[in-house]
């Protein structure tokens, strides 16, 4: 049997989606490393570009041109009018920019006019690069929650606005790519909270119901870790019945706030359980299922990123 | 006790809007600031919610999506003054973007045929449930329509989750400049003079075979009728701003202790400040108690992870019966007696607390980079539970006001 990580990189396209804040950058720079050690090459996209991807490569300025930063791994940041450029070149033509001054000025209000647009435009780009066979794996760092959808159905809601065109010529091979399981997959990332997780299984449902892609994997991300054993818990509520009883601590002077800080920690880790289950047992039991625990660092970095992927590839080896 | 500058707002606003990153907890701050306003404050209160985690839904009694806003029942709250009943009222909506555009084209269109005519387009379709913006703007318009109904001394109102947070300060102005763009004016055109027109032909050829002649012709339609709102949305769209830009209105920024939504959060508060914008605070959330981290405790937190051993010695000697006097609770003893574990236990709380004291470092340089704000930053506790109740609630939003 393939190890569940084996058969996430084996995708072609992955798109990493999930609500604002849960760490999607970090997870999709994290599968990113695995599948470049692997001997892949790599590109991550970001899709809503914050730059976040190159920073943690040390580079200061990534752009729509992949940048090698690593060994079989490229960084990309998505541009729906430099896409647009791209494709206009591919399949007008079209000398640039002469001809396209006007087009320039007034896309964005096209783009804003017809959504889909620039939806067909991000998936285009990735999909184009699939195709083309520029990469093994292309990871996107995809939008969160809100816009996904829209992203992954716009091949199919492009066939009702456009019935002809370039643009609805264009849709039959995404579809086909975005389609195909052993091509292309999600992969749901959340953080142990009622909203992430509760959107999650919403997003679940609404890319069952209107895209053709499928689930590859999902990640929780950022959980506290459960603390003590049934008997550690016993002996550690003697120890805070002790500091309640204002029991003079000698050597152990300064415990309460160790005590305080457990018993903070404790309780945030313990309302994740359930959450994490419920995550769980809603997705198909084959799913692979990651639980990647919180990281305490003062700064999100590369090497935070790292621990991520090496976590990832315990969690996934089996 | 003195009332900090977050209260004053709460007591004196007409509009708080609350922004920044996704899942730093903006809905249920608003939510907090909403209560106190109605409980302690004695305000008719407003929350207007865009998307709120479903148990804090449930907390404010809110089943679906309702434009219309509900009332929660707060009669069982506590004001803070003793025993003194809550005089105000706490009302709560959780848009509808669908209905809202809807109501919004109905509103401005010139008859009922134009309105039918724009609503059956499959472009609007498109626009109103999935133009992500479009959201934006909504949200923004739909506070405007229930300002102006006066029914609410203060309403609070939480902003779409968006790719930028500045995007719903963009959106009325956006929607102003879409109406008056030549591209408007363009695809109306009919489409012969389209044809003709110079200017335009090269985008023109461009558009045809890239979107299709059809989608044109579809979009052209739409936009004809859409047209005739123009007088309407425009002016909803200046009158907008203007309660934006008004004293009485303030914003809030809401961020996590984290680096991406701080950074976030300091560029949103410059550009709310480049508007003249009011920026009434920098919320930061989810914060430890300051007197977590002392010197003594990181030693011995330390110490136990060098050499367990002596110290779960030292804590059994003290749980053993009788060894310090009779203040341990009867009980207790019987709790830790085994070494091993009683180890393995300080390792645990020893680690914890190192973890926590990274994350209160963490907490202070990203307070450290806010230090502009300096004075109006609010921190906002980390709670041990999740919030399912008002109580809960109440006892958040107190946190936060009452601090300092």
């Known amino acids: 049997m393939t190890a569940p990580l084996d058969s996430i990189l084996s995708k072609r396209l992955i798109f990493v989606t999930g609500k604002g804040g849960v760490g999607k950058t970090t997870v999709s720079t994290a599968l990113g490393l695995l599948a470049a050690r692997r001997g892949l090459r790599t590109l991550i996209c970001e899709v809503e570009p914050k730059g976040e991807v190159s920073r943690f490569f040390g580079i200061k300025s990534g752009g729509f041109v992949p940048v090698n930063v690593a060994e079989n791994l490229d960084v990309m940041e998505m541009s729906t009018e430099a896409a647009l450029y791209e494709y206009l070149k591919l399949y007008l033509r079209l000398p640039i920019p002469v001809r396209l001054t006007p087009l320039a000025k007034t896309f964005d209000f096209v783009a804003n006019a017809a959504p889909g647009v620039r939806e067909i435009l991000v998936v285009g780009k990735l999909c184009y690069e699939v195709r083309e066979r520029h990469y093994d794996v292309v990871l996107a760092d995809a939008s969160s929650s809100g816009h996904i959808v829209s992203q992954l159905s716009s091949p199919q809601g492009v066939g009702d606005l456009f019935p002809i065109g370039l643009v609805r010529d264009q849709t039959d091979w995404m579809l086909e790519i975005l389609a195909d399981r052993e091509q292309t997959g999600i992969c749901l990332v959340a953080t142990a909270e009622e909203t992430p997780i509760e959107e999650s299984l919403e997003l679940n449902q609404r890319l069952k119901e209107q895209t053709v892609v499928s689930l590859v994997a999902a990640i929780v991300n950022k959980v506290i870790p459960s603390v003590f054993s049934n008997l550690e818990r016993t002996t550690f509520e003697g120890l805070s019945a002790l500091l309640d009883a204002g029991v003079e601590l000698g050597a152990l002077d300064g415990l309460a706030n160790l005590i305080e800080a457990t018993r903070l920690w404790s309780s945030l880790g313990e309302r994740q359980e359930s959450l994490i289950q419920r995550l769980r047992s809603a997705l198909p039991k084959q799913t692979p299922f990651a639980v990647v625990p919180t990281i305490p660092g003062v700064h999100v970095g590369l090497s935070v990123v790292t621990e991520v992927a090496e976590t990832l590839e315990v969690e996934l080896s089996l | ?404």
């Not at chain 2, 809110?62 to 509900?70: E, K, M, S, V």
Request: hydrophobic share 45%.
């Open chain 2, 1 to 404: 006790m003195t009332r900090s500058a977050l209260l004053e707002l709460v007591a004196s606003s007409e509009v708080l809007v609350v922004g920044g990153a996704g899942g730093v907890g903006k809905t249920t701050t608003a939510a907090a600031l909403g209560l106190v306003g109605a409980v302690d404050l004695g305000r008719s209160v407003l929350v207007i919610t865009v998307d709120p985690a479903r148990r804090l839904a449930g907390a404010m009694g809110l089943g679906a999506l309702t434009n219309d806003p509900l009332d929660v029942s707060i009669d069982h709250l506590q004001s803070l003054s003793e025993g003194r009943p809550p005089i105000g009222e706490l009302a709560a909506s959780m848009l509808d973007m669908k209905a809202s555009w809807d109501e919004m084209i109905l509103r401005c269109a010139p008859d009922a045929a134009t309105a039918k005519s724009i609503m059956e387009n499959p472009i609007y379709g498109s626009i109103s449930s999935r133009f992500v913006q479009s959201h934006d703007y909504i949200a923004i318009e739909n506070l405007y329509e229930l300002h102006r109904s006066g029914h609410y001394d203060l309403i609070v109102v939480d902003t779409p989750p968006s790719r930028n947070a500045i995007d719903f300060l963009e959106a009325p102005r956006r929607m102003e400049e879409f109406f008056s763009s030549r591209l408007l004016r363009w695809l109306t055109l009919p489409r012969r003079s389209r044809l003709v027109s110079s200017a335009f032909r090269p985008f023109y050829t461009v558009a045809e075979r890239v979107l299709g002649s059809r989608f044109l012709g579809d979009l052209s339609d739409f936009f004809l009728s859409f047209q005739s709102l123009h007088g309407g949305f425009v002016e909803r769209a200046r009158a907008v701003t203007a309660l934006l830009g008004a004293p009485s209105t303030s914003f809030l920024v809401v961020t996590a202790a984290e680096e991406a939504p701080t950074t976030e959060a300091i560029y949103l508060a410059h550009e709310l400040t480049s508007r003249s914008l009011a920026l009434g605070g920098i919320i930061v959330n989810r914060t430890l108690p300051d007197e977590l981290v002392t010197l003594r405790s990181k030693a011995l937190g330390h110490a136990i992870a060098d050499d367990p051993a002596p110290y779960a010695r030292e804590a059994l000697e003290l749980l053993r019966p009788g060894s310090s006097g009779s203040e341990v609770p009867p009980g207790v003893t019987e709790l830790g007696s085994d070494q091993q574990i009683m180890t393995r236990v300080l390792v645990e709380v020893a680690n914890c607390y190192d973890a926590m004291a990274v994350m209160k470092e963490r907490e202070r340089i990203q307070c450290g980079r806010l230090s502009t704000f300096e004075d109006r930053i609010f921190r906002a506790p980390q709670l041990e539970a999740e919030v399912t109740s008002l109580e809960v609630l109440l006892m958040l939003g107190r946190a936060l006001v009452l601090a300092e």
